[in-house]
């Protein structure tokens, strides 16, 4: 059995591949054409409110105090992320948006379903902080592009800033919750289900049906 230090390591690296393809895929959508920065800011927005209800979910059943109080933290660092990101939107001429709009995401169901402390530090915080971070580092990118800079830094600085945090809290709860080779399984099923589906949700077709239409 890999040490669980090492494990941990290997899984955040092997996730990285999976990762940079979700990334490419939600490139090409962003360069379809009549995307704009308030589609990216509307998906970002989508992403976060439904982060927010799943940390809400899991605090109900957790045993482990460090990962309530994190959820609980998150809860509210969503919260005020949901809430800058409709003040920016409202910037740009975009009022109204609900990001429930269109359901729920199938990895909405997928994390939501899971039970025990690895699954979640595995897919909620290791796998599921570092495709934020990198899905924020795109869109980012994107509004810098089309010039606008507060939007790029609000996504790439100040909400990247806090997935940043959890990630790292993610890494080390995985390390206390992976001591045998059946928690490691169990962790390694729930990071691999969680790049398959978000790769699912950033391709062209799906991203536009997720964000609906504009208003």
């Known amino acids: 059995m890999v040490a669980a230090e090492n494990y941990v390591a290997e899984l955040d690296t092997k996730n990285q591949a999976s990762i940079q393809r979700v990334v490419d895929a939600l490139s090409t ?15 970002a927005l989508k992403a976060t409110i439904e982060a927010a209800e799943v940390a809400a979910l899991w605090i109900t059943d957790c045993d482990d105090l460090e990962m309530k109080l994190s959820l609980a933290e998150q809860c509210g660092d969503s919260a005020r992320q949901c809430r800058k990101l409709s003040e920016r939107l409202l910037a740009l001429g975009v009022s109204g948006y609900d990001p429930r709009d269109g359901g729920y995401s ?13 699954e979640r530090s595995s897919a909620g915080y290791l796998t599921g902080r570092a495709l934020s971070m990198a899905r924020l580092g795109a869109l980012a990118g994107f509004c810098e592009r089309k010039g606008d800079g507060d939007s790029a830094r609000l996504l790439g600085v100040d909400i990247m800033g806090q997935e940043r945090r959890y990630y790292e809290q993610g890494k080390q709860m995985l390390v206390a919750a992976v001591p045998t080779e059946e928690s490691q399984a169990r962790a390694r099923r729930a990071a691999y289900r969680t790049l398959e589906l978000a790769g699912e949700t950033a391709e062209p077709l799906q991203l536009r049906k997720a964000l609906g239409k504009r208003r």
Do not use: H, W, Y
């Open 29 to 43: 959508a962003l360069a379809k054409d009549g995307v704009e920065v308030p589609d990216a800011l509307r998906f």
């Open 106 to 118: 199938k990895l909405f169901a997928f994390l939501r379903s899971l039970q025990t402390t690895e």
